[in-house]
């Protein structure tokens, strides 16, 4: 398994996260913030980067999707076989939750990247026979469970996770990077391990200024939710700790661990995710210099095989430098038409199969998945359906794919859903409407390249960043979104796709504008996008390459990997 492109001293940037896409039949994800996570390893590995990964085994995984006639969404656990992807090494640590001892052990998945360097993704799990049987499953669910169960699942990772590294002999590490704030317990195993070094039971603000030297802090979400915050009574039951509560340059929050701002006080370089993103961050954490760095993603993984295959004949070389693709704009347009119509019909085919629905190729189709959170507004589409109607009875026929999961909790996500499929009941005659359950790595692929245009409708400024819409640009397929997140740095309106509403700078609410977001689609889905699509082929053919060009050169993980670089990892 360990060979010189994987040898332990060489690492000196350990990367934590949640969660993590690795394999389609690793379901160690629930959406973006995990696929963003699997993007950047890969890329690490592409650019040899002396990276190592950290996350949970997720043994339960996120979960299986089903949706009933009427709607409603139920879960199932989505176990897999790790023994089938991993590796278990020989290395356990002890860990301490509530008192009791808990051993921590790991399995080992290998990331090759395009020159045959290796970053290792370690997953921890604490499925072991010495555990209790309750400890036995914290490692099970992603996201599952109550306060108690995360704050403990947090614990192995950030804990368990700087315990095993060292363990294994990484010696190195001179950067742990903390991909949102479930990580950040990691920074409180440094703060011990610097006070050890020193001499001392207790760390100093000595100690905190040597670890701030060597965190990197990514903040992922301006939603409220998104920031896990756990009342003080419960994290000394669990960690067992008083006294570093009086270190309040580190625990700054009243009443709470918010671990957010642990992050926050304990990283030297913190990050939003879009340019917008950092501005909103800024906002609402004042104290502090947040800078942004755009996410991307993965090219390798992301463009579709007819898409991969064009640019292997076309631009040679793309996979190792992915700036080459804004040469797309050399592809012939016709070629460019060629290979989506592949890949549509391979969507179609799916859609057809699956759904017992009865989609057509030569029909204007529109994508949206994304995890149903009601700020997606993923039935904004639908704010009108009779208006939607007229649309086609003026401008021709439609078709809309949608997918995405709702947190087993989030029982507003589960009636947007709902909504949805009321939706798809009351168009049946004018509009084909679909949801597809179990949106995950390989529904994604064949989603981004086969529709005709993907929808976008966060509400401002909630949307952090958003990659999906950044994959579709890579296989030709233009946005119609609001503008927020990574779009606003993205759209030339008409060049590589069009926006929703307008571009007014919102504070951390713009509530009330569903009404005007709905009628702006509408007009621009009338008398823009489908006259576009029908009426204009070569046009519209033009926009795909420059999507590509444009948008699919620059919003990568490579792109975004090398800022990290020159921001955050070597300076």
């Known amino acids: 398994m360990q060979d010189d492109t994987t040898a332990y001293g060489e690492r000196s940037i350990a990367y934590f996260s949640m969660e993590v896409a690795l394999d389609p039949g690793m379901p160690t994800y629930s959406g973006g913030l995990g696929i963003l996570a699997g993007d950047t390893i890969k890329a690490a590995a592409d650019m040899k980067l002396p990276m190592v990964a950290v996350t949970l085994i997720h043994r339960k995984g996120y979960l299986n999707q089903k949706i009933d006639n009427e709607g409603w969404q139920t879960e199932e656990f989505a176990d897999w076989a790790v023994d089938h992807f991993a590796q278990e090494i020989p290395v356990s640590v002890p860990i301490t939750i509530e008192g009791r001892l808990v051993v921590v052990r790991a399995w080992v998945y290998e990331v090759k990247g395009t020159g045959g360097y290796v970053v290792p993704v ?71 391990a610097e006070a050890g070094r020193a001499g001392r039971k207790v760390f100093t603000h000595q100690e905190v200024e040597l670890v701030r030297k060597k965190c990197v802090f990514t903040t992922h ?116 038409w060629q290979a989506h119509e592949k890949a549509k ?6 859609v057809n199969t699956t759904s017992n629905a009865d989609f057509d190729a030569s029909v204007f189709t529109i ?5 149903a959170a009601t700020y997606k507004r993923a039935d904004l589409l639908f704010a009108d359906v009779e208006r939607l109607k007229t649309i086609v009875n003026n401008v021709g026929p439609l078709q809309i794919v949608f997918a995405g999961k709702a947190h087993p909790q989030d029982v507003q996500g589960k009636e947007v859903i709902k909504r949805i499929i009321a939706a798809k009941t009351q168009l049946k005659d004018k509009v084909q409407v679909v949801y597809l359950p179990n949106y995950g790595i390989e529904l994604a692929k064949l989603l981004i390249a086969g529709v005709d245009v993907w929808l976008n409708t966060p509400l401002p400024p909630l949307e952090a960043s958003g990659t999906s819409g950044m994959k579709a640009a890579l296989n030709g397929v233009p946005s119609l979104s609001v503008l927020d997140g990574w779009w606003i740095e993205g759209c030339i309106e008409g060049v590589t796709g069009w926006s929703i509403g307008n571009d007014e700078k919102t504070g951390i609410s713009a509530e009330g504008t569903d009404g005007r977001d709905a009628d702006s689609l509408y007009d621009k889905l009338e008398h823009v996008v489908m006259p576009t699509f029908y009426e204009q082929r070569n046009a519209f053919t033009e926009i795909m390459r420059h999507a590509i060009a444009l948008n699919g050169s620059f919003f990568t993980a490579q792109r975004m990997l090398q800022q990290y670089v020159q921001k955050a990892y070597f300076i």
């Open 122 to 192: 370690y997953l921890l799990d604490t499925d072991i026979d010495v555990n209790n049987q309750w400890d036995r499953t914290i490692t099970d669910h992603l996201y599952g469970g109550d306060q108690h169960y995360r704050l403990c699942q947090e614990v192995v990772l950030g804990s368990g996770g700087v315990r095993l590294l060292r363990t294994l002999g990484y010696n190195n590490l001179e950067r742990f990077h903390m991909n949102e704030g479930h990580s950040s317990l990691l920074a409180l195993e440094l703060l011990d």
């Open 221 to 336: 979400t301006p939603v409220r939710s998104g920031h896990d915050q756990f009342p003080l009574d419960l994290v000394k039951a669990v960690l067992g700790r008083a006294e570093i509560f009086d270190m309040h340059e580190v625990f700054c929050c009243e009443g709470v661990l918010n671990m957010t701002y642990l992050a926050l006080n304990l990283s030297h370089y913190v990050n939003g995710v879009a340019k917008r993103h950092g501005e909103i961050s800024q906002l609402m954490f004042a104290r502090y210099r947040i800078d942004s760095i755009t996410n991307g993603v993965h090219v390798g993984r992301w463009a579709s095989e007819f898409f991969a295959g064009l640019f292997d004949e076309h631009i040679p070389g793309w996979r190792e430098d992915n700036f080459d693709l804004r040469y797309a704009l050399k592809i012939p347009k016709e070629v460019i």
């Open 345 to 350: 019909a391979q969507l179609i085919e799916y």
């Open 367 to 371: 994508g949206f998945a994304r995890r």
